[in-house]
């Protein structure tokens, strides 16, 4: 079945370091691709999304190429800061019978030491 | 616009007690609705999800059940809470293929 592997963490980086959180994904279709951020004692919300091959999706400094060819949708930052601090979920979205389901990697937690 | 609503926010119940968290969208029709689970220091776990009334699928054989009563409103459930049952609970519903997941704020569950 479909799948969403993602790169352990905790992550832990200065600020105005360079981030890269690495994602794969396996899929029977053409799915739709998320990045989400939950912030201690929250819901996730939506960081960015790419919906077909080599889109880029971006939002607050963060970016992530869809790459159909190796299956993976890697979130980058130039520049991390200390409010960056969070748990970061890839995610797709894939066509069920009816309907459409999203699954979620394990989450990589994130520490930005100022 | 779309919100969604999770309550309790907070749970404490015993082991072997029944649990029952109750989640509603509105501003939407016909939403796919989803429960995760997020225990300490894992990540978030696909438990079930519906695309109508009465249409459940399940993820992973547990303790839990769901239903969806009405078209907007997706209820867990269990009959006997164990231990292991204790985490973050969340319901999210999304509308289309493409869009993005909406979640509510989760419900902490300490079995105790």
């Known amino acids: 079945g479909d799948s969403v592997t993602q790169m352990e963490g905790p992550v832990t980086l200065s600020e105005e370091a360079f981030l890269t959180i690495n994602c794969t994904y396996t899929?029977?279709?053409?799915?739709?691709l998320f990045w989400y951020v939950q912030y201690p004692g929250e819901g996730l919300q939506l960081l960015l999304k790419a919906t077909k091959a080599d889109d880029k999706g971006s939002n607050k400094g963060f970016e992530a190429t869809y790459r159909k060819e190796t299956t993976s949708f890697h979130l980058e930052k130039g520049s991390v800061q200390v409010s960056d601090s969070a748990v970061y979920f890839c995610?797709?979205?894939?066509?069920?019978?009816?309907?459409?389901?999203?699954?979620f990697g394990a989450g990589t937690r994130l520490f930005v030491k100022a | 616009s779309q919100t969604i609503h999770q309550w309790p926010a907070t749970l404490v119940q015993p082991v072997g007690s029944p649990l029952s968290l109750e989640c509603t969208v509105e501003g939407t029709s016909n939403p796919n609705l989803y429960w995760y689970r997020q225990a300490a220091g894992r990540g978030l776990q696909l438990l079930f999800y519906s695309v109508g009334i009465g249409q459940i699928s399940s993820e992973v054989p547990q303790n839990l059940s769901a239903s969806r009563p009405q078209d907007r409103q997706f209820i867990l459930s269990s009959k006997k809470l164990l231990l292991s049952d204790s985490g973050f609970y969340l319901c999210?519903?999304?509308?289309?293929?493409?869009?993005?997941?909406?979640f509510g704020q989760g419900t902490r569950l300490t079995v105790v």
């Open positions: 995610a797709l979205s894939e066509v069920e019978t009816g309907g459409f389901k999203t699954i």
């Open positions: 899929a029977t279709g053409y799915p739709s």
């Open positions: 999210a519903w999304t509308r289309d293929r493409g869009t993005e997941a909406f």
